[in-house]
């Protein structure tokens, strides 16, 4: 079995890690693993294991027959056999399916990340695409209940996300700012509306000021609001305890800093960010939507979307109440034991044999 993974970028966004993961993880499992970036890399470029075919198409536009030709021409080459489309990078995958027919397996990954929203999903285009699809993973069950009524493809299951760890590297240096006695908040999410960035900072200022400060990772996308989640930082009366980081790759590096990981979002898929929150012996303080509740169990604090006084108040919990800190190393044993690698990459083998 040779597989090739297929992203549009290597930002650091859910989706792109996990592409990334499938590859890495499923080098040494299968005869061949590969991954193809479609339109741009980015950060996660660095974190491909060197035994992972890279391909990168450098694709211009929709229908840039060029970027078409390169991966059909590495796909013979190679002679993979499963090709893995991961979020909107289907819409190519399907042409080469289209094109190849029974020499490969297509597979649809779906990240989407509005899966509160799912009435408002179009879904014209891919209702069409699904009949040239072989089977759709899904990372929760409602975007597989989604795939069931509306895709024409009878193989769908849900497979959870996963993380890889990372070896820890020594530093002579801190990576988060403010004093070393704050009490440090971190929320890792890229600048969308549905991360909700807005609603977090104002239940951070609703805190008593004193030893406590707010961490932001992720990536700006110049746009409106990406403009107003900066505005909002540098216009706050707590702006000397809210920091901004922009887009890493080493993420743990700045976990391993924090006390408490913070999710604010009004809508998820299997957020990546509590994982990392969980590998890193974080207890979390996240909102009630998609599979957060499922990955968090007992380890964390829930709080309903859009409600800045259960987020503020949660957030107080989380630094008067020393104990509740201690549920981050439980977490930690449960993210290791469900949320690994092994168990999940067994998964995807058996989906793409079955597909």
Same mark, same amino acid.
């Given at each position: 079995?040779?597989?090739?993974?297929?992203?549009?970028?290597?930002?650091?966004?859910?989706?792109?890690?996990?592409?990334?993961?499938?590859?890495?993880?499923?080098?040494?499992?299968?005869?061949?693993?590969?991954?193809?970036?479609?339109?741009?890399?980015?950060?996660?470029?660095?974190?491909?294991?060197?035994?992972?075919?890279?391909?990168?198409?450098?694709?211009?536009?929709?229908?840039?027959?060029?970027?078409?030709?390169?991966?059909?021409?590495?796909?013979?080459?190679?002679?993979?056999?499963?090709?893995?489309?991961?979020?909107?990078?289907?819409?190519?995958?399907?042409?080469?399916?289209?094109?190849?027919?029974?020499?490969?397996?297509?597979?649809?990954?779906?990240?989407?990340?509005?899966?509160?929203?799912?009435?408002?999903?179009?879904?014209?285009?891919?209702?069409?695409?699904?009949?040239?699809?072989?089977?759709?993973?899904?990372?929760?069950?409602?975007?597989?209940?989604?795939?069931?009524?509306?895709?024409?493809?009878?193989?769908?299951?849900?497979?959870?996300?996963?993380?890889?760890?990372?070896?820890?590297?020594?530093?002579?240096?801190?990576?988060?700012?403010?004093?070393?006695?704050?009490?440090?908040?971190?929320?890792?999410?890229?600048?969308?509306?549905?991360?909700?960035?807005?609603?977090?900072?104002?239940?951070?200022?609703?805190?008593?000021?004193?030893?406590?400060? !707010?961490?932001? *990772?992720?990536?700006?996308?110049?746009?409106? $609001?990406?403009?107003?989640? =900066? @505005?909002?930082?540098?216009? +706050?009366?707590?702006?000397?305890?809210?920091?901004?980081?922009?887009?890493?790759?080493?993420?743990?590096?700045?976990?391993?800093?924090?006390?408490?990981?913070?999710?604010?979002?009004?809508?998820?898929?299997?957020?990546?960010?509590?994982?990392?929150?969980?590998?890193?012996?974080?207890?979390?303080?996240?909102?009630?939507?998609?599979?957060?509740?499922?990955?968090?169990?007992?380890?964390?604090?829930?709080?309903?979307?859009?409600? !800045?006084?259960? *987020?503020?108040?949660?957030?107080?919990?989380? $630094?008067?109440?020393?104990? =509740? @800190?201690?549920?981050?190393? +439980?977490?930690?044993?449960?993210?290791?034991?469900?949320?690994?690698?092994?168990?999940?990459?067994?998964?995807?083998?058996?989906?793409?044999?079955?597909?």
């Amino acid at each position: 079995m040779k597989a090739i993974q297929v992203i549009d970028t290597l930002d650091a966004g859910g989706a792109e890690k996990m592409a990334v993961n499938c590859a890495n993880a499923l080098a040494g499992k299968i005869e061949a693993s590969h991954i193809c970036c479609t339109r741009r890399e980015g950060l996660l470029r660095n974190e491909i294991k060197a035994e992972v075919g890279f391909l990168f198409l450098n694709k211009r536009s929709s229908l840039d027959f060029g970027a078409f030709r390169k991966l059909l021409i590495y796909v013979k080459k190679h002679q993979i056999d499963i090709v893995h489309a991961h979020s909107t990078s289907i819409f190519l995958c399907a042409l080469l399916k289209i094109y190849l027919g029974s020499k490969i397996r297509l597979i649809w990954h779906d990240h989407y990340g509005k899966s509160e929203f799912l009435e408002n999903r179009p879904k014209t285009i891919l209702k069409f695409l699904s009949g040239y699809i072989d089977g759709v993973i899904a990372v929760n069950q409602k975007l597989a209940e989604w795939s069931k009524i509306h895709l024409k493809c009878s193989q769908i299951q849900v497979i959870r996300n996963f993380i890889l760890p990372k070896t820890r590297r020594p530093r002579g240096f801190t990576l988060l700012k403010g004093s070393s006695t704050d009490f440090k908040f971190i929320c890792v999410a890229n600048l969308r509306p549905q991360k909700d960035q807005i609603s977090l900072i104002e239940a951070f200022e609703k805190l008593d000021p004193g030893n406590v400060s !707010l961490h932001l *990772l992720g990536k700006n996308f110049q746009d409106d $609001y990406s403009v107003r989640v =900066l @505005k909002k930082i540098e216009n +706050s009366e707590r702006k000397d305890a809210i920091f901004y980081y922009g887009s890493q790759v080493d993420v743990d590096a700045y976990l391993n800093e924090a006390d408490v990981g913070i999710l604010s979002s009004i809508s998820e898929g299997l957020p990546l960010a509590l994982l990392e929150y969980g590998l890193a012996g974080l207890p979390a303080v996240y909102t009630n939507v998609g599979q957060c509740a499922e990955v968090m169990g007992d380890y964390g604090i829930q709080v309903p979307s859009n409600n !800045l006084a259960a *987020l503020s108040a949660a957030m107080k919990s989380m $630094y008067l109440e020393p104990e =509740l @800190k201690q549920k981050g190393l +439980s977490f930690r044993e449960r993210i290791e034991l469900n949320y690994s690698a092994a168990t999940n990459v067994t998964e995807i083998i058996d989906f793409y044999t079955k597909s």
